[in-house]
């Protein structure tokens, strides 16, 4: 089992910027792809941002050119580096990791989730 516990989150203007957080505990996370997803009110899950194990990075969209995601496997945690944050990317982020494909119904583990807010 893996435990994945979100810090980071909060309240921040338009423009500004967020470092999220994911610890793990339980396993070494070498061999997974962590990464992140988001919902906010009313929406489904969507993908945000993977690690691979190998250490290729993958961004949504929305958010390319904006986040970046990097790991410390010897922390057994990941980031979310959030820059030029807009009203749209408010929402509650969940931390996951898999060792299968990076979809959410794939995902083996998620954390509980830390709510950032994007005020205009």
């Known amino acids: 089992q893996v435990q994945l516990v979100e810090s980071g989150g909060g309240l921040v203007q338009a423009g500004g910027s967020l470092r999220l957080s994911c610890a793990a505990s339980g396993r070494t996370i070498n061999s997974y792809s962590m990464g992140w997803f988001r919902q906010a009110p009313g929406k489904e899950r969507e993908f945000v941002a993977v690690s691979w194990s190998g250490g290729s990075t993958y961004f949504a969209n929305s958010v390319k050119g904006r986040f970046t995601i990097s790991r410390d496997n010897a922390k057994n945690t990941v980031y979310l580096q959030m820059d030029s944050l807009k009203p749209e990317d408010t929402a509650v982020y969940y931390c996951?990791?898999?060792?299968?494909?990076?979809?959410?119904?794939?995902?083996?583990?998620w954390g509980k989730g830390t709510l950032v807010t994007v005020s205009s």
């Open positions: 996951a990791a898999t060792q299968r494909a990076f979809i959410a119904p794939t995902i083996d583990y």
